[in-house]
């Protein structure tokens, strides 16, 4: 089997298929772009296809199957970039990735902890020799009450490591987790927006909670509260967010993920004029922190995650049940 790779990183990747290809007996092709219509022939005589969580067009689909594609394997826990009803209808089979949760578990309480305690502001003042104390002053997360969205496997562990800190957890999700409620409270979503100190957000982006976060539940907000994205930027609507900073109901932010990222996160745009103002605004105030969507980017999760390409078609051509296949 030659599987096709979109968007292969020669430095990282590229060392974990090559170990991976030997060890399953496949090839692989690798190409350093994002897939587009045009470059799709490209992978002619590659039955698998692998891509980033980059938008995979309808289109795209219609020209990977005229192309002879069966599998199109996602590099990502999400699928929400792919229209799974018309891979079926396509006869393409999808396969996600999955990886142990503590990278952005782990990413997200670190965030958490920056943001209590003004630490991007702090870095910023110390590159200029400014070593006052004004405008320096934090918070003790352990005497914040954080409110976590999505207690699924990121969702847990965030809560399993939080509560060392002795803080107070409030939970929230659709399908509550028993071992979860040993160490969090479970609450409806109202009360986690209205008592938390710090919310932080572990959900898939789904028509339901687009923009779960806006300008109401802002309004109901604790005065000073710190919001924390590492899983989609639709959960947050970035202009009610500027008018919760710019107003200091929200107290802080600490962004790994954002509205419209597409074309900026995960490419070098450097010297570019960004077509993006909210995240040009966000980026201009001392109390929010934007990271480039890198909340994952551990060598075990990315290892992980290459294993999964190879693992999903290994288990689509043996016939076998594949606990990886996303299916509409």
């Known amino acids: 089997m030659n ?18 290809a030997k060890e399953y007996g496949f090839s692989y092709t690798g190409y350093e772009g994002y897939q587009s219509v045009e470059n799709i022939p490209m992978v002619k005589g590659h039955e698998a296809v692998s891509i980033l969580a980059s938008e995979c067009t309808d289109e795209m689909l219609d020209a990977f199957a005229a192309n002879g594609v069966k599998y199109l394997l996602t590099r990502s826990i999400g699928t929400d970039h792919i229209n799974l009803k018309k891979c079926k209808e396509l006869g393409i089979r999808v396969g996600r990735s999955q990886y142990a949760p503590d990278s952005v578990a782990n990413y997200t309480i670190m965030l958490m902890l920056m943001v209590c305690r003004r630490f991007a502001h702090i870095m910023k003042r110390v ?9 320096k002053i934090g918070k003790e997360i352990s005497n914040c009450t954080v409110g976590v969205v999505g207690t ?3 969702g847990k562990t965030v809560i399993d490591h939080l509560s060392g800190f002795g803080c107070k957890i409030l939970a929230y999700d659709l399908y509550p987790n028993p071992a979860v409620a040993e160490k969090a409270e479970y609450v409806d979503i109202d009360t986690i927006i209205t008592q938390s100190d710090i919310i932080t957000f572990h959900a898939p982006a789904t028509a339901d909670n687009y923009h779960l976060i806006d300008h109401a539940a802002i309004e109901k907000m604790k005065d000073g509260v710190m919001i924390i994205n590492a899983a989609r930027g639709t959960l ?47 980026k ?45």
């Open 3 to 20: 599987v096709f790779i979109y968007n292969l990183r020669e430095f990282d990747e590229k060392y974990f298929f090559d170990d991976l």
């Open 236 to 282: 947050v609507d970035s202009d009610a967010l500027i008018d919760g900073i710019e107003s200091g109901k929200i107290g802080g932010a600490a962004l790994d993920v954002l509205e419209d990222e597409a074309g900026l996160y995960f490419l070098n745009r450097s010297g570019d004029v960004l077509a993006n103002r909210q995240m040009a605004i966000l």
């Open 152 to 154: 699924g496997r990121i």
């Open 284 to 328: 201009s105030f001392p109390n929010v922190i934007l990271s480039p969507h890198t909340a994952f980017y551990t060598e075990d999760a990315v290892s992980e995650m290459c294993r999964c390409v190879f693992e999903s078609v290994r288990a689509f051509e043996a016939g076998e049940e594949n606990p990886l296949e996303a299916k509409a």
């Open 127 to 135: 590159e200029v020799q400014d070593y006052s104390f004004k405008g």
